[in-house]
């Protein structure tokens, strides 16, 4: 294990990708491997993108990587696809999208199946990222799976946050929906030389105004083209914007702590589950049996396994 961190911290390759899957198959060392490299990964600068799906996030997230090159950046790209709830199976598209880059060796793309997490985000994805920012990559971006409207989790990730939209998939009663408004720092209106991009920029613009009081940070709506290369240097330049605001403001730093908490929560939350399963997995099967017998209700049966918990 000693080994593996020091060549990923050397910034091999192979060693990282070797780390990136001892990590999502939770595999014995995963954690060892965490605690050891967690000094070296402050440094990576994490951009969440999410959106729903057809609104060309992947090629987005493509045009970015390219620019951040040009730049001299290393960058690395996590991308989340859906798995299949039969099978468990996922098509991990992202390869496919992004083989531009493929042959680059300061580019390090990795694909993850969600295997059942909500929230856009997989469960091991931000471990992952953690692996990539240690190998040396000096912008993370992270791909969510596209699911929808209840895509949070990346804000919670990421230091900054893309919500990336296209004219025609909704009016600004959608726009303003679920929250999407606060899990937007930047917002990237991809395929704007289509028709409908002039009101869906209005819409946006206007739900933006309306809830711009409540935020110390109003997101900008940036115009782009991710196919033709248009718009993305203004929107690199939108997203620095964020960074410089974060680490200036107190609210920002305030935000940053936030995240730094939310983080800490989902760890423990996913830890606490886990040593519910391994642990206590015969009481815990016992009382699905009550509860499906109509013997006992899921409250009492929950009350009754976090007293055994707690004791």
């Known amino acids: 294990m ?56 992947s090629t987005l997230v493509a045009a970015m990587v390219k620019h951040f090159r040009a730049a001299g950046k290393r960058v690395a790209v996590v991308a989340i696809d859906p798995s299949s709830p039969f099978s468990g199976g996922a098509i991990l598209g992202d390869r496919v999208r992004m083989q531009q880059h493929f042959e680059d060796p300061e580019v390090f793309i990795r694909s993850l199946a969600t295997r059942g ?6 469960r091991s994805a931000v471990d992952v990222a953690r692996v990539l920012s240690a190998w040396g990559a000096e912008v993370v971006l992270l791909e969510t799976v596209g699911v929808g409207q209840d895509e949070f989790d990346v804000i919670f990730a990421a230091e900054t946050s893309v919500v990336v939209v296209a004219p025609g998939m909704g009016d600004s009663v959608q726009a303003m929906k679920a929250g999407i408004l606060e899990c937007a720092h930047v917002f990237a209106l991809n ?9 869906t ?24 083209v991710a196919t033709q290369n248009q718009g993305i240097d203004t929107l690199l330049a939108q997203i ?4 410089v605001w974060q680490l200036s403001s107190a609210v920002g730093r305030q935000a940053r702590t936030e995240r730094v908490r939310r983080n800490l929560l989902t760890h423990l939350r996913h830890d606490a589950v886990e040593r519910v399963l391994l642990q206590h997995a015969e009481p815990l099967s016992q009382l699905a049996s009550q509860v499906e ?4 209700d899921p409250y009492s049966a929950s009350e009754q396994l976090l007293g055994t918990l707690l004791d």
């Open 2 to 57: 000693q080994d593996l961190v020091a060549r990923v911290l050397k910034g091999e390759v192979r060693a990282a990708a070797r780390a990136c899957r001892l990590v999502d198959d939770r595999a014995p060392g995963y954690r060892a491997l965490l605690k050891e490299i967690y000094p070296n990964t402050r440094a990576a600068f994490w951009i969440g993108v999410t959106g729903s799906p057809g609104a060309g996030k």
């Open 117 to 122: 997490a909500l929230g856009g985000l997989s």
């Open 191 to 199: 395929k704007s030389d289509l028709a409908g991009a002039d009101r």
């Open 201 to 224: 920029a209005a819409d946006l613009e206007q739900a933006l105004a309306l809830g711009g009081a409540l935020h110390a940070w109003v997101p900008a709506v940036v115009r782009c």
């Open 240 to 243: 620095e914007q964020h960074r």
């Open 293 to 296: 017998a109509g013997t006992l």
